[in-house]
C-alpha cells in the first residue's frame, strides 16, 4: 500500500531532485505553487518506480494524482496500474488531474482508446509574451499603458525589494488587511493567506522575487514570482489596493521589468472559473493558455 507524506517546507530538497530536470509548461509543477496550497488542496507525496508522485484534493472536493515526475516509458504502466488500484480502493472520482500535453500523449500511446479525458478549463494557465508585459505597447495593451503612465504621474511612489527592513512584515500585514476585505468566510482565501505567509517567511529558500510598492510611504501592492526555467517566469501572488488606481498595471509592469526581463514567457496561472479574475487576465491578451486536464482510464 502506498503510504503519502504531507508537503511541507522540508520537502524542497526532494521535489528540487525530481523538478530539476523538466520544462513543465504550467505552473503546477512549481514547488512554490505546491507549497502555497499545501494546505488548500491537501497535497502529499510518495515515490513509486523511481517516480515522485503527488496527490492533491482539487478546488472542487475530489482528490487525484498530478503526473508522475521522472517516469519512463518503461515503467508507466506499471505506475498507473499501482495508481489505479489506490484510486479504487480509496474512491477517488478521477486518476489524474493537471496533466499536460506530453504526460496526455504518453498515456495515449499506452491505452488507447481506454483513456478518457477532458479539459480543466478553468484552471488554465494565462502565459505572456515577456516583452508586451513590460512595454505594454500595441492598440490591445494601450488602456494599460494609459493607466501606468497616469499612476506614475499621479502618486509620490518607491519599488522596494523584499530585502530591505520592513519590506516583509509590511506585505504580511497588507496580505490580513486585503483577505479582511475581501472576504474572510472564503476558505480558500485563508488557505491563501497562509501560503502567502511561509512563502514569505521561507522567501530565500525558495529563491523568490519579491517587490512591495509603496505610495506615501505605505505598502500599497506586492509581487511574489519565480523564474520556473530559462524561458518562463511566474507570477504566484499579486495583491494591491484598489483605492489606489492604476496600482496593478504599474506592479505587473514594474516586477516583470525589473526580475523578470530576461525570460520569454510570463505566467500568471488560472482564474478559477472566477469571472473578475478571467476578465482581468484576459485583458493582457496571453500568447497562449497553458491547459491541463482530467483523465480517467
Known sequence: MLKFN??????????DKYLGGYNFATCEYSFTSLLIWKNGCD????????ALIVKKRGFDGKY??????????ESLYDIVSKLREYKNDHDMSYLFGDVEDSFLNDLKEL????????????????????????SLSGKKLHSKKNHYNKFIKTYDYEI???????????????????????NSDNEYLKYELDGINEIVHNIEKLNLLAIG???????SAFTIGEKMNDDTGIIHIEKGFPDINGIYTFINKAFVENYLSDVK????????????????????HPIVMGKKYIVNL
Open 111 to 134: 491505452y488507447g482508446d481506454d483513456i478518457s479525458y477532458k479539459e480543466d478549463i478553468d484552471n488554465f494557465d494565462y502565459i505572456y509574451d515577456t516583452s508586451k508585459l513590460i
Open 213 to 219: 510598492v509603496y505610495v506615501n510611504d505605505k505598502l
Open 265 to 284: 514567457y510570463i505566467n500568471r496561472e488560472q482564474d478559477l472559473g472566477i469571472e473578475g479574475l478571467r476578465k482581468a487576465k484576459k485583458s493582457y
Open 160 to 182: 522596494r525589494d523584499f530585502s530591505e527592513p520592513g519590506v516583509k512584515d509590511d506585505c504580511i500585514e497588507s496580505a490580513k488587511i486585503w483577505y479582511d476585505i475581501k
Open 43 to 50: 497535497i502529499s507525496y510518495t515515490k513509486l518506480d523511481d
Open 64 to 73: 487525484y494524482f498530478m503526473q508522475p515526475i521522472g517516469y519512463t516509458k
Open 6 to 15: 504531507p508537503l511541507t517546507i522540508d520537502s524542497k530538497g526532494v521535489f
